[in-house]
């Protein structure tokens, strides 16, 4: 989980500034350094058939695109820039969505253009194979009959849903384009629930930490759960945004009977945001309890040191006093001297204790 | 009251991921493990007649909802699933809602459909056989002349609802299908009043404790609650917007003249809210004071420890001079150096006292 | 003032869930048991003549709003639900509007329906003959011609409103009913600020307090007076709401022309609720400074106790020294070594002033 | 400074319940006692001339408002009620906001009415004279043709104004009454400035003290200025929401064209308002970094303590050890005892020392 | 960075009164004391050619922008406020945008005006050449085939646009005015991402520190730079708003197809602001670990002082009993009484070890 964090965080830093000085129109890629190849798949299907295949040239897009079946481009891998602008260009893609396709730093975003829409999330997900949780940036052109998906790597993301292609199972065949769009996303969204788990795990250990066992770094444990809530969350939020407001639009893309799936993604946006706002205002008050705890123990430490302190003070006084060289000193010469020295120990002894109960100290 | 949060907590957690890698469309059922049958009840009723039977075959439903009475589908337990999509079927509803009565977690939330409103929220009351706070979800569909109602368990929520229908009692006889549907859902809030009261009775005690008797768990103990008010709203407020949806909404299925009725719903649902918001901004500053209060008896406690150590190391200091083996010791001779020393150690006490008491330290 | 608070959360929460199993539209009266007769009042008047009278039978009510001249109907104590739902049938006032009415614990709201106005909020008052602050629930139905006016107690409220109708002074005589429920309402927004004035002197006293003498107790008066403030802002806040609605809205039973009169108690309840909102700001303000001023104060008991401990802990070690009884101890020989002792002494004290001095301790 | 903050807090809240047994048409003036003479100053003025004249009798100032130039009539003391009345009564002005001129209490505001603009804000500004920050209520009634300005003082506020008008430098001579009530509110804020200039040099001073040497009142005086800023915004922010109501009005008596000069004074309340809120922002940062210093300083006092007494106590065991009487004592005989202690001694210093470097004390 | 804070505010606050008693037509330019020469640049391109001269004589601006191809007039320096005047009049702009223009503490916005559109926001960058963090604000004057640019120095801001200009790279030559002005607002708003790029480096460094090696000026460093993000968010949060207005809003001078690029500009200063307040929230989280820290290492030196103090306390009053010089001790003359004390000490040294490993102490 740590490692999410901090591939985030770093490779947002990283590229802030990165273009800053390229002229904006020329595309670049702003990402990691990758080197497998970039895979160009095409799924043509509808009712009644399915074909898949790997392209090479370009223009074969451009062909199945244009038939009356939905026709589905997944482009893998992003990194060689000037095969993605090629094919965006076949779409009449404009050239700011390509710029924000090759930068994997996009926020989250749904942006409505004349012949087509332009969809950017974040896929985040648990990767069995590197053992660690990892982000990646998912850009969607939807066309009437089209839809085109660039992801950065290999992910898992879309193979469920290709298999369900191909089985047919479901309604999922005899549906249109933005049906697929519902799909993608709603399979997005999932995967964050699977890492709000984790991290709700996490919560609830903590929380029995904070209770029971607290110690030294239990508050960065807390503040370093609390910070993944952010970035989950700064992902979550813009995308409820925007199928909120594709929710209410009146995009020709999307038909007004798949409307009502789109609202099942929002709402699940809505509960995931929910759950870790919920999280949060828990770790806020485990904050609180941290600190409580702490100062109790300091309370706890300080009683016992007022007790020792003021039980052994005055006695070490009285043997101080009993430990004086006078010449003259009657106490020292009465043969019961000891025992009543003994007899002030104890009284004093009694009486802290007294006065120690009563103001409860323990 | 704690086994509400935990209760909640955790089957919420359950769920999130738990569909993720399912098919979207195919009904599930998302929720604990039962075995009880369900029932599915038909009450059709007007303002001069009832009948009131169990039904085996589904298809009687279909048949009673045609008619000009008012028909009440009542189906218990939904974990039969595909029982719940035979039903839902018959009524044309469409396959996210049927997803959505099945998901026992679904947030409270209204929607309008052409031929039906879909409803579903979460009952929360207190059993008295298992003497602890149980949630089930109820959903409804609200139809023209009739309102089919899924709830998990056979909670006691239309117990009273029923026997008015019976004893005719009131005007519900005498009212369509939206007015059986505000009396579910009035119903349903006032339960939430019953356990903000108990939450309130918490409260009272706790802020009892915080003032005069606050110990090391009293800080757990207001988060605790301030948690349980946290899951209380987490249900209300979804709620109160969705009821505010349909105040202003111009549904065709709630008759005008009805939506005084949920506007009282909603009036209650903001009453609710209120109180729990101003228990929480209680709970806060409870927190405030017990902070204060620890934060005094520290003080007090480091006061006792300074006076005893300002009046004590001056005495032993003064002990040990005179303990000294000097060979050459002026006052050790003196046949008065003894009474010296008392004299000495009481001006430092009297010192001492005055100055403390300058101080106002006590 | 702890009054207030008292009765007010109490009578709140005895509430909630009073009415929980009561089927909703049967008529109870939710509130403090009382007593006292109920009394109907008519006071019908134009700009010639005023009438006053009590009466008994309540069809007379019936009669006199028909008149072309203002009829003010005021019920004192509606304890007797009975007989208010009478007349409230008498003007066809709807039943969730007659439960609203004896439903002592009504938010404060402004409601319009077809042919008359609803309007209900808290009278607050300092009672002389209790010697305490009181709280009341004044329901107001506006008619064409007529106004009925509910409220709890035989409170001051609307003496001097009467007594101005008798004298004719103002234009009062000359204006419609819903100049006199703007009377009505600026007369209890007006107690607001009475109550207002008097939480400002309790403010007052405790910046006072804060700043130059704050005790242990100083933290639980800040929070007391907080809370009350609360308690007023929660029924200012929802009159603030409801006139702002009536400002804008077009009812047709406010004249244009006398919306600004609303218009003018809508600035009168922003202001309350400006003052109340700078009152809270000061007292979290204040708190932080009792904190502050309690952690300054140990700061300082902890610098006492260090300088104790700093000076006189090595003066004991020096004492130890010259008190032990090595056989062969030079310096206890020699002749100069008590001088040489305290030279020490006073070595140490000087090197530890020097110190503390440059610390800036003292 | 603290003057400012007195005079308003106190007046403010004398005034909250002055008027509540008052009818409320009665015209009253609510304001601090005054004995000068109320002055009404007439200038009348187009591109042209320019007359300017004091009357007595009211009625001139109805004949020169009906002149095609532009009549500024500026009243001067508002405490004879009984004049204002009559000057407000020539121009048909409501009842309320005669009363609104007369209570100078009031809430900035601006209200449009059938033929004239109300405008109410406050001047605060630094008096010469008196030495200290003075406020005082401007209320405008801007016509067709002509300004009335009510003001409490004879301030300088205008002075500038009437100098220009006479010297006929700027367009002010060529433009409409609507741009003379934009040089005064103009002027207004433009007072707000100075005065936020003097709370910004005490804001660098207080960063100054909170950085290199707080003492027990750095944090009373943190929130001293906190309270000034409180007081600024809460005139300053209601001016803002009053010219943005203007700026998107379409009053009739603002010529579209002038717009543009209200816009340029409400960006300038913005800036104001932001000005305000980062200092806010900074005070309750120096607040955290006066915590943290002290805190820190606690610190440092417990560790000088815990040294001393970690490297004394057993030193002054060891001494306790051989100041002990037995009889049989090998160690008090062995001739090299006295140095083996200093050994011993030693040992523990230096351990002891070892010990805190490596916890890094010192 | 630090030079970058102390520059804004203060230059900020000398600025807010600094023409409060001047008239508000007259053009005074409100900035630093410069004495470069003032310099007028014309480029004047289109798809084919491009011309670029410095003018001396302001009318040749004139003639230049009235051509079909555009016309990019770049004023440098605005301190000489009459020649700024003169340009401006020459295109009709308003006074109080050319008061706006010359007073360099402008608060960034985009107005309308009938012939053009006024921009004025500010440009923050790193000064190779000074080695410190710059402000200098840019004002447009947008028209139908010119852009007006004003900046305060000769920053490097334009040069990379002039560039390009020349070469004709990317379509910048083919488009319209508005295209220049897009191309200008993008390349100030990557320079902001520079700038929190290099805030970012600061805010992980302190992340580190706080973490691992806290020390007394860790909490001074990061108000430090959480006051830095508070300037730049001072500078984006309005330019964001501005930008959205443009998106929106239907200008007629920002043709439809340039609104994306526009909208684009919107999103970084989108993900800038939103950089900024997770470095924001981060920084509050470190000081709340920062306190957490300290509070930690207090419990800590409390403790050891407690343990040291427990132990050795006993035993002083141990040696202290057997140090006393009563003629009667029995224990004294014990020959194994030496002994029997260190079984004592070892017994309470090991009973003091046992108690504070219960207590997990340490």
Redesign the interface.
Known sequence: MARLKKKILTS??KR??A???L????MVYVGEERTEKMVVKIINYDGNKLEELNVDDINTCKIYSEKDSITWISVTGIHEASKVEEICNLFNV?P?VQEDILNTQQ?T?I?EFDNYLFVTFKNIFYSDINKSVETEQISIILGKNYLISFQETDSQLFN?IIR?LHTA???IRTKKADYLLY?IM?TAV??Y??L??KI?DLV?DIEEET?HYPD?HT??KI?GI??EL?ILS?HILPMREALNKLDSGNSELIEEKSI??F??VY?HT??AY??IE?HK??LN?L?????????????M??????I???I???????????????????A???????YY?WGLTILVVLGMMVYFKRKK?F
Do not use: A
């Open positions: 947002n830093r802030l500034s273009k800053s000085h002229p904006s129109e020329s404009h700011l926020r975003k942006e469920e369900r199972k479901g309604s799909k709603d999932d995967q629930f699977v709000i788990d709700g609830e209770m030294n508050s960065f503040q609390k910070k952010m700064k009502n799936y609202r099942d709402d809505y509960q929910d759950t919920n205002s828990l008050d904050m609180n309890i941290y600190f409580t705890t702490m100062s109790n123990r300091l309370n430490v300080m009683k016992v040191l007022t020792i302190s003021t052994f003070m005055p006695l070490s006084f009285l043997t101080g006093v009993f430990g004086m060289n006078f010449k003259y000193f009657p020292l010469n009465n043969p019961n001297g000891y020295f100290w």
